[in-house]
Protein backbone atom coordinates (compact mmCIF):
# COMPACT_ATOMS: atom_id res chain seq x y z
CA UNK A 1 0.00 0.00 0.00
CA UNK A 2 1.57 3.55 -0.97
CA UNK A 3 0.90 6.30 1.47
CA UNK A 4 0.32 9.74 0.58
CA UNK A 5 0.41 12.78 2.78
CA UNK A 6 -3.68 12.79 3.35
CA UNK A 7 -3.08 9.50 4.82
CA UNK A 8 -0.46 10.09 6.85
CA UNK A 9 -2.22 13.04 8.24
CA UNK A 10 -5.13 10.45 9.20
CA UNK A 11 -2.75 8.25 10.81
CA UNK A 12 -1.36 11.51 12.59
CA UNK A 13 -4.23 12.32 13.78
CA UNK A 14 -5.22 8.78 15.31
CA UNK A 15 -2.07 8.42 16.86
CA UNK A 16 -2.92 12.27 19.00
CA UNK A 17 -5.94 10.99 19.87
CA UNK A 18 -4.84 8.01 20.99
CA UNK A 19 -1.90 9.44 22.77
CA UNK A 20 -4.08 12.28 24.35
CA UNK A 21 -6.67 10.02 25.74
CA UNK A 22 -4.05 7.24 27.35
CA UNK A 23 -2.21 9.76 28.96
CA UNK A 24 -4.76 12.73 30.14
CA UNK A 25 -5.55 10.86 33.49
CA UNK A 26 -1.48 10.13 34.01
CA UNK A 27 -0.49 13.70 33.83
CA UNK A 28 -3.17 14.57 35.45
CA UNK A 29 -2.75 12.85 38.67
CA UNK A 30 0.95 13.60 38.40
CA UNK A 31 -0.05 17.70 38.41
CA UNK A 32 -2.13 16.93 40.77
CA UNK A 33 0.87 15.34 42.98
CA UNK A 34 2.87 18.64 42.05
CA UNK A 35 -0.10 21.23 43.57
CA UNK A 36 0.73 22.89 46.59
CA UNK A 37 -2.12 22.46 49.49
CA UNK A 38 -4.08 25.55 48.89
CA UNK A 39 -4.60 24.92 45.01
CA UNK A 40 -4.83 21.17 44.90
CA UNK A 41 -8.95 21.99 44.96
CA UNK A 42 -8.55 24.91 42.20
CA UNK A 43 -9.53 22.65 39.56
CA UNK A 44 -6.54 24.11 36.95
CA UNK A 45 -5.07 20.78 35.03
CA UNK A 46 -2.12 22.74 35.26
CA UNK A 47 -0.73 23.99 38.86
CA UNK A 48 -0.12 27.46 39.50
CA UNK A 49 2.39 26.90 42.49
CA UNK A 50 4.10 23.79 42.23
CA UNK A 51 6.15 22.01 44.76
CA UNK A 52 7.40 19.10 45.47
CA UNK A 53 6.20 18.69 49.22
CA UNK A 54 3.70 16.09 48.74
CA UNK A 55 6.63 13.48 47.88
CA UNK A 56 8.65 14.69 50.89
CA UNK A 57 4.89 14.31 53.08
CA UNK A 58 4.18 11.02 52.09
CA UNK A 59 8.27 9.40 52.33
CA UNK A 60 8.28 10.55 56.17
CA UNK A 61 4.68 8.69 56.79
CA UNK A 62 5.41 5.03 57.92
CA UNK A 63 1.82 4.24 56.88
CA UNK A 64 3.53 4.44 52.91
CA UNK A 65 7.15 3.75 53.50
CA UNK A 66 5.87 0.70 55.01
CA UNK A 67 3.32 -0.15 52.53
CA UNK A 68 5.78 0.45 49.98
CA UNK A 69 8.02 -2.32 51.56
CA UNK A 70 5.17 -4.64 51.48
CA UNK A 71 4.00 -3.80 48.18
CA UNK A 72 7.72 -4.57 46.71
CA UNK A 73 8.09 -7.90 49.02
CA UNK A 74 4.77 -9.52 48.68
CA UNK A 75 4.68 -8.70 44.86
CA UNK A 76 8.10 -10.38 44.62
CA UNK A 77 7.74 -13.08 46.41
CA UNK A 78 4.45 -13.99 45.15
CA UNK A 79 5.33 -13.74 41.25
CA UNK A 80 8.32 -15.67 42.24
CA UNK A 81 6.21 -18.61 43.71
CA UNK A 82 4.01 -18.75 40.69
CA UNK A 83 6.37 -18.72 37.89
CA UNK A 84 7.97 -21.27 39.60
CA UNK A 85 5.28 -23.66 40.37
CA UNK A 86 3.66 -22.48 36.32
CA UNK A 87 6.80 -23.22 34.79
CA UNK A 88 6.90 -26.77 36.08
CA UNK A 89 3.56 -27.13 34.98
CA UNK A 90 3.57 -25.67 31.33
CA UNK A 91 7.01 -27.35 30.72
CA UNK A 92 4.69 -30.73 31.37
CA UNK A 93 1.79 -29.11 29.33
CA UNK A 94 3.74 -28.06 26.23
CA UNK A 95 6.31 -30.98 26.06
CA UNK A 96 5.09 -33.94 27.84
CA UNK A 97 2.39 -36.97 27.16
CA UNK A 98 0.32 -37.78 30.10
CA UNK A 99 -3.45 -37.74 31.30
CA UNK A 100 -4.83 -35.09 33.11
CA UNK A 101 -3.77 -32.02 30.91
CA UNK A 102 -7.27 -31.02 30.60
CA UNK A 103 -7.81 -30.92 34.38
CA UNK A 104 -5.14 -28.63 35.13
CA UNK A 105 -6.11 -26.21 32.13
CA UNK A 106 -10.15 -26.38 33.58
CA UNK A 107 -9.14 -25.97 36.67
CA UNK A 108 -7.13 -22.87 35.75
CA UNK A 109 -9.82 -21.41 33.52
CA UNK A 110 -12.26 -21.90 36.74
CA UNK A 111 -9.47 -20.00 39.04
CA UNK A 112 -9.63 -17.10 36.61
CA UNK A 113 -13.03 -16.62 36.62
CA UNK A 114 -13.24 -17.09 40.15
CA UNK A 115 -15.34 -14.19 41.31
CA UNK A 116 -12.40 -13.04 44.11
CA UNK A 117 -14.74 -11.23 46.50
CA UNK A 118 -15.89 -14.75 47.05
CA UNK A 119 -12.86 -16.09 48.75
CA UNK A 120 -12.75 -12.97 50.86
CA UNK A 121 -14.79 -13.95 53.14
CA UNK A 122 -13.74 -17.35 53.74
CA UNK A 123 -9.96 -16.22 53.78
CA UNK A 124 -10.59 -13.35 56.21
CA UNK A 125 -12.68 -15.81 58.66
CA UNK A 126 -9.11 -18.45 58.12
CA UNK A 127 -6.52 -16.18 58.16
CA UNK A 128 -7.93 -14.75 61.64
CA UNK A 129 -7.99 -18.58 62.71
CA UNK A 130 -4.62 -19.21 62.00
CA UNK A 131 -2.94 -16.46 62.43
CA UNK A 132 -2.51 -15.13 58.43
CA UNK A 133 -4.73 -12.37 58.90
CA UNK A 134 -2.36 -8.72 58.76
CA UNK A 135 0.80 -11.53 57.48
CA UNK A 136 2.81 -10.83 54.51
CA UNK A 137 1.58 -14.87 53.73
CA UNK A 138 -1.89 -14.19 54.20
CA UNK A 139 -1.86 -11.87 50.77
CA UNK A 140 1.31 -14.06 49.16
CA UNK A 141 -0.94 -16.91 49.38
CA UNK A 142 -3.99 -15.62 47.66
CA UNK A 143 -1.70 -13.45 44.98
CA UNK A 144 -0.02 -16.76 43.72
CA UNK A 145 -2.97 -18.85 43.38
CA UNK A 146 -4.92 -16.00 40.84
CA UNK A 147 -1.68 -15.64 39.25
CA UNK A 148 -0.78 -19.10 38.78
CA UNK A 149 -3.34 -19.44 35.57
CA UNK A 150 -1.94 -16.87 33.61
CA UNK A 151 1.38 -17.47 34.23
CA UNK A 152 0.21 -21.35 32.99
CA UNK A 153 -1.61 -19.99 30.27
CA UNK A 154 1.13 -17.57 29.11
CA UNK A 155 4.58 -20.00 30.03
CA UNK A 156 2.66 -22.99 28.37
CA UNK A 157 2.42 -21.29 25.10
CA UNK A 158 6.30 -19.34 25.28
CA UNK A 159 7.33 -22.96 26.01
CA UNK A 160 5.76 -24.26 22.85
CA UNK A 161 7.57 -22.44 20.61
CA UNK A 162 10.67 -23.53 21.93
CA UNK A 163 12.80 -25.70 19.42
CA UNK A 164 12.38 -29.32 21.00
CA UNK A 165 14.65 -30.61 18.79
CA UNK A 166 17.56 -29.54 21.06
CA UNK A 167 16.19 -31.33 24.00
CA UNK A 168 15.43 -34.27 22.42
CA UNK A 169 19.25 -34.02 21.06
CA UNK A 170 20.62 -33.61 24.44
CA UNK A 171 18.29 -36.58 26.03
CA UNK A 172 19.84 -38.60 23.53
CA UNK A 173 23.38 -37.83 24.26
CA UNK A 174 22.20 -39.34 27.63
CA UNK A 175 20.60 -36.36 29.32
CA UNK A 176 17.60 -37.25 32.02
CA UNK A 177 14.23 -35.20 30.83
CA UNK A 178 15.07 -33.37 33.85
CA UNK A 179 18.62 -32.10 33.12
CA UNK A 180 17.32 -31.72 30.01
CA UNK A 181 14.95 -29.26 30.94
CA UNK A 182 17.12 -26.96 33.12
CA UNK A 183 20.53 -27.47 30.97
CA UNK A 184 18.86 -26.69 27.27
CA UNK A 185 15.74 -26.04 27.82
CA UNK A 186 15.72 -23.17 30.74
CA UNK A 187 17.71 -21.05 28.86
CA UNK A 188 15.67 -20.40 25.63
CA UNK A 189 12.55 -20.47 28.37
CA UNK A 190 14.18 -17.21 30.04
CA UNK A 191 12.75 -14.98 27.63
CA UNK A 192 9.13 -16.26 28.09
CA UNK A 193 9.87 -16.52 31.88
CA UNK A 194 10.82 -12.73 32.35
CA UNK A 195 7.30 -11.34 30.44
CA UNK A 196 5.50 -14.12 32.77
CA UNK A 197 7.06 -12.49 35.45
CA UNK A 198 6.40 -8.91 34.96
CA UNK A 199 2.93 -9.61 33.56
CA UNK A 200 2.06 -11.39 37.27
CA UNK A 201 4.10 -9.04 39.09
CA UNK A 202 1.88 -6.39 38.02
CA UNK A 203 -1.36 -8.25 38.71
CA UNK A 204 -0.20 -8.41 42.22
CA UNK A 205 0.95 -5.26 42.98
CA UNK A 206 -2.30 -3.79 41.33
CA UNK A 207 -4.54 -5.85 43.89
CA UNK A 208 -7.23 -4.23 45.83
CA UNK A 209 -9.10 -6.25 47.24
CA UNK A 210 -7.90 -8.56 49.01
CA UNK A 211 -5.17 -5.89 50.41
CA UNK A 212 -7.89 -4.02 51.93
CA UNK A 213 -9.53 -7.12 53.16
CA UNK A 214 -6.97 -9.43 54.39
CA UNK A 215 -4.63 -6.73 55.96
CA UNK A 216 -5.20 -4.04 58.57
CA UNK A 217 -1.95 -2.62 60.03
CA UNK A 218 1.47 -1.39 58.85
CA UNK A 219 2.80 -5.03 59.04
CA UNK A 220 1.49 -6.10 55.38
CA UNK A 221 -0.75 -3.33 54.43
CA UNK A 222 0.17 -2.63 50.42
CA UNK A 223 -0.11 0.61 48.63
CA UNK A 224 -3.38 0.46 47.08
CA UNK A 225 -4.69 -0.07 49.98
CA UNK A 226 -2.78 2.53 52.25
CA UNK A 227 -3.34 5.14 49.70
CA UNK A 228 -7.07 4.42 50.08
CA UNK A 229 -6.87 4.79 53.86
CA UNK A 230 -4.65 7.98 53.91
CA UNK A 231 -5.59 9.78 57.12
CA UNK A 232 -7.38 13.15 56.05
CA UNK A 233 -6.76 16.92 58.06
CA UNK A 234 -10.25 15.82 59.00
CA UNK A 235 -13.00 12.89 58.36
CA UNK A 236 -14.57 14.57 55.27
CA UNK A 237 -11.65 16.22 53.68
CA UNK A 238 -9.24 13.70 51.53
CA UNK A 239 -5.41 14.31 51.60
CA UNK A 240 -5.56 14.88 47.83
CA UNK A 241 -1.78 15.60 47.36
CA UNK A 242 -0.45 13.24 49.85
CA UNK A 243 -2.87 10.49 47.95
CA UNK A 244 -1.78 11.68 44.10
CA UNK A 245 1.87 11.29 45.10
CA UNK A 246 1.71 8.29 46.28
CA UNK A 247 -0.23 7.12 42.78
CA UNK A 248 2.49 8.45 41.44
CA UNK A 249 5.30 6.97 43.09
CA UNK A 250 3.00 2.93 42.79
CA UNK A 251 2.73 3.69 39.16
CA UNK A 252 6.10 4.47 38.13
CA UNK A 253 8.04 0.94 38.53
CA UNK A 254 4.96 -0.79 36.68
CA UNK A 255 5.02 2.08 33.81
CA UNK A 256 9.14 1.46 33.41
CA UNK A 257 8.13 -2.06 33.01
CA UNK A 258 6.12 -1.82 30.57
CA UNK A 259 7.71 1.16 28.74
CA UNK A 260 10.84 -0.92 28.57
CA UNK A 261 9.50 -4.83 27.50
CA UNK A 262 6.14 -3.54 25.54
CA UNK A 263 6.64 -5.41 22.92
CA UNK A 264 7.11 -8.90 25.41
CA UNK A 265 4.58 -7.90 26.88
CA UNK A 266 2.00 -7.53 24.00
CA UNK A 267 3.35 -11.11 22.80
CA UNK A 268 3.13 -12.38 26.30
CA UNK A 269 -0.49 -11.14 26.56
CA UNK A 270 -1.99 -12.39 23.60
CA UNK A 271 -0.02 -15.65 23.00
CA UNK A 272 -2.09 -17.21 25.67
CA UNK A 273 -5.25 -15.92 24.37
CA UNK A 274 -4.84 -17.22 20.94
CA UNK A 275 -2.96 -20.37 19.52
CA UNK A 276 -0.05 -19.51 17.51
CA UNK B 1 26.68 -29.18 22.35
CA UNK B 2 28.62 -30.05 19.51
CA UNK B 3 26.68 -31.69 16.67
CA UNK B 4 29.16 -34.61 16.51
CA UNK B 5 28.22 -35.73 19.90
CA UNK B 6 24.38 -35.17 18.85
CA UNK B 7 24.84 -37.40 15.41
CA UNK B 8 27.02 -39.85 16.70
CA UNK B 9 24.31 -41.75 18.94
CA UNK B 10 21.41 -41.24 17.06
CA UNK B 11 21.52 -44.05 14.65
CA UNK B 12 22.67 -46.79 17.52
CA UNK B 13 19.66 -46.77 19.98
CA UNK B 14 17.03 -46.32 17.04
CA UNK B 15 16.48 -50.36 17.88
CA UNK B 16 16.51 -50.40 21.99
CA UNK B 17 14.45 -47.19 22.11
CA UNK B 18 11.24 -49.43 20.70
CA UNK B 19 12.04 -52.03 23.42
CA UNK B 20 12.08 -49.00 26.46
CA UNK B 21 8.92 -46.95 24.87
CA UNK B 22 7.03 -47.96 27.67
CA UNK B 23 9.46 -47.36 30.55
CA UNK B 24 10.27 -43.96 28.97
CA UNK B 25 6.48 -43.34 28.40
CA UNK B 26 5.44 -43.99 31.98
CA UNK B 27 8.37 -42.03 33.31
CA UNK B 28 7.18 -39.05 31.07
CA UNK B 29 4.09 -39.52 32.68
CA UNK B 30 5.71 -39.74 35.92
CA UNK B 31 7.62 -36.65 35.52
CA UNK B 32 4.24 -35.00 33.70
CA UNK B 33 2.60 -35.59 36.79
CA UNK B 34 4.69 -34.23 39.85
CA UNK B 35 5.57 -31.24 37.38
CA UNK B 36 1.86 -30.38 37.32
CA UNK B 37 1.07 -31.54 41.15
CA UNK B 38 2.04 -28.31 43.00
CA UNK B 39 0.68 -25.97 40.85
CA UNK B 40 -2.62 -27.65 40.91
CA UNK B 41 -2.41 -28.41 44.95
CA UNK B 42 -1.96 -24.63 45.02
CA UNK B 43 -4.73 -23.49 42.66
CA UNK B 44 -7.65 -26.54 44.29
CA UNK B 45 -6.40 -26.09 48.07
CA UNK B 46 -6.75 -22.03 47.81
CA UNK B 47 -9.92 -21.80 46.12
CA UNK B 48 -11.49 -25.23 47.66
CA UNK B 49 -11.66 -24.83 51.33
CA UNK B 50 -12.78 -20.46 50.50
CA UNK B 51 -15.38 -22.13 48.02
CA UNK B 52 -16.94 -24.96 50.24
CA UNK B 53 -16.81 -22.84 53.57
CA UNK B 54 -18.85 -20.16 51.42
CA UNK B 55 -21.42 -22.87 50.39
CA UNK B 56 -21.51 -24.40 53.97
CA UNK B 57 -21.83 -20.71 55.71
CA UNK B 58 -24.80 -19.72 53.45
CA UNK B 59 -26.72 -22.37 54.81
CA UNK B 60 -26.07 -21.22 57.94
CA UNK B 61 -27.08 -18.40 60.56
CA UNK B 62 -23.31 -16.91 60.65
CA UNK B 63 -23.00 -13.78 62.28
CA UNK B 64 -19.82 -12.67 63.87
CA UNK B 65 -21.61 -9.82 66.25
CA UNK B 66 -23.58 -12.92 67.31
CA UNK B 67 -20.78 -15.86 67.24
CA UNK B 68 -22.98 -17.82 69.35
CA UNK B 69 -26.23 -17.74 67.65
CA UNK B 70 -24.89 -20.10 64.62
CA UNK B 71 -27.11 -22.75 63.06
CA UNK B 72 -28.02 -24.56 60.22
CA UNK B 73 -30.97 -22.63 58.25
CA UNK B 74 -30.98 -24.15 55.07
CA UNK B 75 -31.14 -22.42 52.07
CA UNK B 76 -32.96 -19.09 54.91
CA UNK B 77 -30.24 -16.89 53.70
CA UNK B 78 -30.64 -17.29 50.14
CA UNK B 79 -34.76 -16.66 50.54
CA UNK B 80 -34.09 -13.82 52.73
CA UNK B 81 -31.18 -12.47 49.55
CA UNK B 82 -33.30 -13.44 46.66
CA UNK B 83 -36.58 -11.78 48.41
CA UNK B 84 -34.37 -8.02 49.44
CA UNK B 85 -34.83 -5.46 46.72
CA UNK B 86 -31.25 -4.45 47.00
CA UNK B 87 -30.07 -7.59 45.61
CA UNK B 88 -31.99 -6.70 42.34
CA UNK B 89 -31.04 -3.10 42.74
CA UNK B 90 -27.15 -4.04 42.80
CA UNK B 91 -27.71 -7.02 40.47
CA UNK B 92 -28.98 -4.12 37.53
CA UNK B 93 -26.37 -1.60 38.69
CA UNK B 94 -23.41 -4.64 37.84
CA UNK B 95 -25.48 -5.40 34.42
CA UNK B 96 -25.69 -1.54 33.63
CA UNK B 97 -22.16 -0.94 34.29
CA UNK B 98 -20.74 -4.47 32.69
CA UNK B 99 -23.07 -4.09 29.46
CA UNK B 100 -22.77 -0.22 28.93
CA UNK B 101 -18.63 -0.36 29.65
CA UNK B 102 -18.01 -3.96 28.07
CA UNK B 103 -20.13 -2.46 24.48
CA UNK B 104 -17.52 0.66 24.75
CA UNK B 105 -14.81 -1.11 25.51
CA UNK B 106 -15.39 -3.78 22.22
CA UNK B 107 -15.59 -0.72 20.13
CA UNK B 108 -13.04 1.79 20.80
CA UNK B 109 -10.59 -1.61 21.76
CA UNK B 110 -11.51 -2.65 18.10
CA UNK B 111 -10.87 0.83 16.68
CA UNK B 112 -7.23 0.73 18.44
CA UNK B 113 -6.54 -2.40 17.72
CA UNK B 114 -6.69 -1.68 13.64
CA UNK B 115 -5.09 1.40 14.36
CA UNK B 116 -2.24 -0.65 16.25
CA UNK B 117 -2.45 -3.13 13.58
CA UNK B 118 -1.75 -0.80 10.58
CA UNK B 119 -0.01 2.30 11.85
CA UNK B 120 2.36 3.59 9.40
CA UNK B 121 4.62 5.07 11.72
CA UNK B 122 5.85 4.35 15.10
CA UNK B 123 4.14 1.57 15.89
CA UNK B 124 5.79 0.59 18.94
CA UNK B 125 5.32 3.82 20.71
CA UNK B 126 1.92 3.55 19.90
CA UNK B 127 1.87 0.30 21.38
CA UNK B 128 3.71 1.39 24.59
CA UNK B 129 1.58 4.13 24.92
CA UNK B 130 -1.45 1.97 24.77
CA UNK B 131 -0.35 -0.17 27.09
CA UNK B 132 -0.37 2.78 30.14
CA UNK B 133 -3.63 2.56 30.86
CA UNK B 134 -3.02 -1.53 31.57
CA UNK B 135 -0.89 -1.09 33.79
CA UNK B 136 -1.66 1.71 36.05
CA UNK B 137 -3.17 0.37 39.11
CA UNK B 138 -6.55 0.20 39.20
CA UNK B 139 -6.63 2.30 42.14
CA UNK B 140 -4.73 4.85 40.81
CA UNK B 141 -6.91 5.20 37.69
CA UNK B 142 -9.66 5.48 39.84
CA UNK B 143 -8.36 8.33 41.91
CA UNK B 144 -7.12 9.82 39.09
CA UNK B 145 -11.01 9.91 36.98
CA UNK B 146 -12.41 10.66 40.75
CA UNK B 147 -10.62 14.14 41.27
CA UNK B 148 -10.91 15.06 37.74
CA UNK B 149 -14.94 14.38 37.68
CA UNK B 150 -15.02 16.26 41.21
CA UNK B 151 -16.73 19.82 40.75
CA UNK B 152 -13.95 20.38 44.01
CA UNK B 153 -10.82 19.49 42.52
CA UNK B 154 -11.68 18.46 39.04
CA UNK B 155 -11.24 19.89 35.27
CA UNK B 156 -13.96 17.93 33.51
CA UNK B 157 -16.50 20.04 35.12
CA UNK B 158 -14.83 22.78 34.28
CA UNK B 159 -14.27 21.92 30.41
CA UNK B 160 -18.27 20.45 30.26
CA UNK B 161 -19.25 23.86 32.25
CA UNK B 162 -21.30 21.87 34.80
CA UNK B 163 -22.13 23.93 37.85
CA UNK B 164 -22.97 20.64 40.04
CA UNK B 165 -21.28 18.36 41.56
CA UNK B 166 -21.74 15.42 38.37
CA UNK B 167 -20.48 12.63 41.16
CA UNK B 168 -23.50 14.07 43.54
CA UNK B 169 -26.31 12.15 41.33
CA UNK B 170 -26.36 8.47 39.63
CA UNK B 171 -26.39 9.75 36.49
CA UNK B 172 -22.52 11.52 36.51
CA UNK B 173 -21.61 8.77 38.74
CA UNK B 174 -22.54 6.02 36.20
CA UNK B 175 -20.58 8.16 33.72
CA UNK B 176 -17.61 8.32 35.85
CA UNK B 177 -17.26 4.92 36.56
CA UNK B 178 -17.75 3.58 33.28
CA UNK B 179 -15.48 6.05 31.77
CA UNK B 180 -13.12 4.91 34.15
CA UNK B 181 -13.40 1.04 33.52
CA UNK B 182 -13.32 1.75 29.55
CA UNK B 183 -10.20 3.93 30.11
CA UNK B 184 -8.33 1.26 32.25
CA UNK B 185 -9.51 -1.64 30.42
CA UNK B 186 -9.73 -0.75 26.76
CA UNK B 187 -6.17 -1.65 26.43
CA UNK B 188 -6.85 -4.75 27.42
CA UNK B 189 -9.32 -5.79 24.94
CA UNK B 190 -7.66 -4.07 21.71
CA UNK B 191 -4.43 -6.12 22.58
CA UNK B 192 -6.61 -9.44 22.43
CA UNK B 193 -8.10 -8.09 19.34
CA UNK B 194 -4.99 -7.51 17.57
CA UNK B 195 -3.72 -10.94 18.09
CA UNK B 196 -7.01 -11.94 16.03
CA UNK B 197 -6.01 -9.39 13.48
CA UNK B 198 -3.01 -10.72 13.16
CA UNK B 199 -4.81 -14.02 11.51
CA UNK B 200 -6.46 -12.33 8.80
CA UNK B 201 -4.21 -13.10 5.76
CA UNK B 202 -3.44 -9.76 3.91
CA UNK B 203 -4.03 -11.26 0.63
CA UNK B 204 -7.99 -12.24 1.38
CA UNK B 205 -8.19 -8.30 2.22
CA UNK B 206 -5.98 -7.57 -1.21
CA UNK B 207 -8.67 -10.16 -3.27
CA UNK B 208 -11.65 -8.46 -1.53
CA UNK B 209 -10.75 -5.39 -2.76
CA UNK B 210 -9.90 -6.23 -6.03
CA UNK B 211 -13.76 -7.41 -6.35
CA UNK B 212 -15.02 -4.16 -5.50
CA UNK B 213 -15.85 -4.79 -1.66
CA UNK B 214 -15.36 -1.28 0.43
CA UNK B 215 -13.46 -0.69 3.29
CA UNK B 216 -16.81 -1.52 5.72
CA UNK B 217 -17.85 -4.54 3.49
CA UNK B 218 -14.12 -6.07 4.03
CA UNK B 219 -14.30 -5.85 7.43
CA UNK B 220 -17.46 -6.94 8.06
CA UNK B 221 -17.52 -9.94 5.95
CA UNK B 222 -13.93 -11.19 6.05
CA UNK B 223 -12.15 -9.95 9.17
CA UNK B 224 -15.01 -10.20 12.02
CA UNK B 225 -15.77 -13.59 10.54
CA UNK B 226 -11.91 -14.63 10.56
CA UNK B 227 -11.19 -13.58 14.58
CA UNK B 228 -14.38 -14.48 15.62
CA UNK B 229 -12.47 -16.73 18.04
CA UNK B 230 -10.71 -13.92 19.33
CA UNK B 231 -13.68 -11.65 19.41
CA UNK B 232 -15.19 -14.18 21.76
CA UNK B 233 -12.19 -14.75 24.09
CA UNK B 234 -11.94 -11.09 24.59
CA UNK B 235 -15.36 -10.25 25.31
CA UNK B 236 -15.81 -13.47 27.96
CA UNK B 237 -12.82 -11.76 29.62
CA UNK B 238 -13.82 -8.49 29.89
CA UNK B 239 -17.51 -9.35 31.01
CA UNK B 240 -16.41 -11.45 33.33
CA UNK B 241 -14.28 -9.03 34.72
CA UNK B 242 -16.75 -6.24 34.22
CA UNK B 243 -19.02 -7.97 35.84
CA UNK B 244 -16.90 -8.55 39.01
CA UNK B 245 -16.38 -4.61 39.41
CA UNK B 246 -15.11 -3.71 42.84
CA UNK B 247 -12.11 -1.43 43.08
CA UNK B 248 -13.21 1.64 41.30
CA UNK B 249 -16.72 1.65 42.36
CA UNK B 250 -15.09 1.34 45.96
CA UNK B 251 -12.88 4.56 45.50
CA UNK B 252 -15.58 6.60 44.28
CA UNK B 253 -18.07 6.50 46.06
CA UNK B 254 -18.10 2.36 48.18
CA UNK B 255 -21.82 2.27 46.53
CA UNK B 256 -23.42 5.51 46.88
CA UNK B 257 -25.39 7.35 44.69
CA UNK B 258 -27.13 3.97 43.42
CA UNK B 259 -23.85 2.23 41.82
CA UNK B 260 -23.47 -0.41 44.26
CA UNK B 261 -22.20 -3.32 42.58
CA UNK B 262 -22.81 -6.84 43.31
CA UNK B 263 -19.45 -7.48 44.50
CA UNK B 264 -19.45 -4.01 46.67
CA UNK B 265 -22.77 -5.59 48.49
CA UNK B 266 -21.03 -8.65 48.96
CA UNK B 267 -17.91 -6.96 50.47
CA UNK B 268 -20.12 -4.38 52.55
CA UNK B 269 -21.93 -7.89 54.14
CA UNK B 270 -19.09 -9.59 55.04
CA UNK B 271 -16.50 -7.34 56.03
CA UNK B 272 -18.33 -4.58 57.50
CA UNK B 273 -21.63 -5.91 59.01
CA UNK B 274 -19.65 -9.35 59.48
CA UNK B 275 -22.64 -11.34 58.34
CA UNK B 276 -20.89 -14.08 56.62
CA UNK B 277 -24.41 -16.58 56.38
CA UNK B 278 -25.66 -13.59 53.80
CA UNK B 279 -22.17 -12.77 52.52
CA UNK B 280 -21.78 -15.92 51.94
CA UNK B 281 -25.07 -16.17 50.06
CA UNK B 282 -24.54 -13.24 48.03
CA UNK B 283 -21.12 -15.15 47.06
CA UNK B 284 -22.48 -18.20 45.94
CA UNK B 285 -25.39 -16.23 43.96
CA UNK B 286 -22.34 -14.36 41.79
CA UNK B 287 -20.58 -17.15 41.33
CA UNK B 288 -23.60 -18.78 39.82
CA UNK B 289 -23.96 -15.66 37.63
CA UNK B 290 -20.31 -15.99 36.69
CA UNK B 291 -20.73 -19.62 36.11
CA UNK B 292 -23.46 -18.59 33.68
CA UNK B 293 -21.97 -15.95 31.71
CA UNK B 294 -19.15 -18.22 31.12
CA UNK B 295 -21.48 -21.12 30.22
CA UNK B 296 -23.41 -18.88 27.66
CA UNK B 297 -19.89 -17.54 26.21
CA UNK B 298 -18.21 -20.76 25.88
CA UNK B 299 -21.08 -23.18 25.13
CA UNK B 300 -23.49 -20.63 23.38
CA UNK B 301 -20.98 -19.03 20.99
CA UNK B 302 -18.47 -21.60 21.35
CA UNK B 303 -15.51 -19.33 23.11
CA UNK B 304 -12.60 -20.66 25.34
CA UNK B 305 -11.27 -22.88 22.50
CA UNK B 306 -8.74 -20.33 22.26
CA UNK B 307 -7.54 -19.14 25.91
CA UNK B 308 -7.11 -22.64 26.52
CA UNK B 309 -4.72 -23.14 23.30
CA UNK B 310 -4.88 -26.61 23.35
CA UNK B 311 -8.03 -27.25 21.47
CA UNK B 312 -6.32 -28.80 18.90
Not at chain 1, 106 to 111: E, F, R, T
Not at chain 2, 258 to 266: K, R
Request: proline share 6%.
Amino acid sequence: MKTNSSQKAWWGAAFAVIVVCALVPVVWIIMLSLKTPETATDGSFIPHQWTLSNYSDIFKQSVFTSALRNSIGIGLIATSLAVLLASAAAYAIARLKFPGKQAILAVSLAVVMFPQISLVGPLYNLWRQIGLYDTWPGLIIPYMTFALPLSIYTLSAFFREIPWELEQAAQVDGATPFQAFRKVIAPLATPGIVTTFILVFIICWNDFIFAISLTSTNAAQTVPAAIAQFPGVSQFTQPIGDIAAAAVVVTIPVMILVLLFQRRIVSGLTAGAVKG
Amino acid sequence: MTSGTVTAPQSAPAKPQRAHLSDRARAERNLGFKLVAPALIVMVAVTAYPLISTVVLSLQRADLRFPDANKFIGLSNYGAVLRAPVWWQVVWHTVIITVVSVSIQFVLGMLLALAMHRMIFARGTLRAIALVPYAIVAVVAAYSWNYAWSLTSGWIPKLLGLSSDPLSHPFGSYVAIIVTEVWKNTPFMALLLLAGLALVPDELLEAAKVDGANAWQRFIRITVPLMKPAILVALLFRTLDAFRIFDTIYIFNQGANGTESISMLNYSTLLDRLNLGLGSAVSVLLFVFVGIIAFVFIKGFGAGSGPIGESS
